[in-house]
């Protein structure tokens, strides 16, 4: 079965960070690019970033540029979100996405990150 | 990255046809034939429902179909039933690997 399961969410204070991870399995993980989506609550989803498959080119909303880093590690199927210098408009559910050929076509269970200013 | 504009809901009886529809710019819907919807009921992830504008993957009924006509693509539910009672977005690829979601739609059925 492909699944997503991501961890790392937390309560966190405005200018911390937060590394959260994904785990996927069930499928090739280094053959696919992955996405990071998050949700406000009671919002619609927002694309955050998207990493190709070796790891070695990675991009991002113009929101999230300077303070949110993707990365990947393949021998360990996982995936990677470090957030920097969080602000309470971080706060959201958090989405691990694989890339269907531009289309994103499974999601994890989501984790929960609060920002307290 | 302006979001995608979506209706705030739509309504219909079981066994009636909706459409939603999801505006965007020639930078995003008009430009690319990477328009997806995604289903959402309450606590839980979105689903894919339509990739490539009109595709269906494995397992979504044939009841639910997509279409683009310009800068606006458009899914359409046909026989409603009760468990089609959902939020939708619709997304697109907005060149240089980017995207964008609409702004959601609930879909009520009556």
């Known amino acids: 079965e492909v699944q997503l399961v991501e961890s790392g969410g937390d309560l966190v204070q405005a200018g911390g960070s937060l590394r959260l991870s994904c785990v996927a399995s069930g499928f090739t993980f280094s053959s696919y690019w992955m996405h990071w989506v998050r949700q406000a609550p009671g919002k619609g989803p927002v694309w955050v970033s998207r990493?190709?498959?070796?790891?070695?080119?990675?991009s991002y909303a113009d929101s999230v540029k300077g303070r949110l880093t993707t990365s990947r590690d393949n021998a360990k199927n996982t995936l990677y979100l470090q957030m920097n210098s969080l602000r309470a408009e971080d706060t959201a559910v958090y989405y691990c996405?694989?890339?269907?050929?531009?289309?994103?076509?499974?999601w994890g269970q989501g984790t929960t990150v609060t920002v307290s200013s | 990255q302006s979001a995608l504009t979506q209706p705030r809901s739509v309504s219909g009886s079981p066994g009636q046809s909706v459409t939603i529809s999801c505006t965007g710019t020639?930078?995003?819907?008009?430009?690319?034939?990477?328009v997806s919807w995604y289903q959402q009921h309450p606590g839980k992830a979105p689903k894919h429902m339509i990739y490539d504008v009109s595709k269906r993957p494995s397992g979504v009924p044939d009841r639910f179909s997509g279409s683009k006509s310009g800068n606006t693509a458009s899914l359409t539910v046909s026989g409603l039933q009760a468990e089609d009672e959902a939020d939708y977005y619709c997304?697109?690829?907005?060149?240089?690997?980017?995207?964008?979601f609409g702004g959601g739609t609930k879909l009520t059925v009556l």
């Open positions: 990493i190709i498959s070796d790891g070695s080119s990675a």
């Open positions: 996405v694989r890339d269907s050929r531009y289309n994103m076509d499974v």
């Open positions: 997304c697109s690829y907005a060149g240089s690997y980017t995207w964008v």
């Open positions: 020639n930078s995003d819907v008009g430009g690319y034939n990477y």
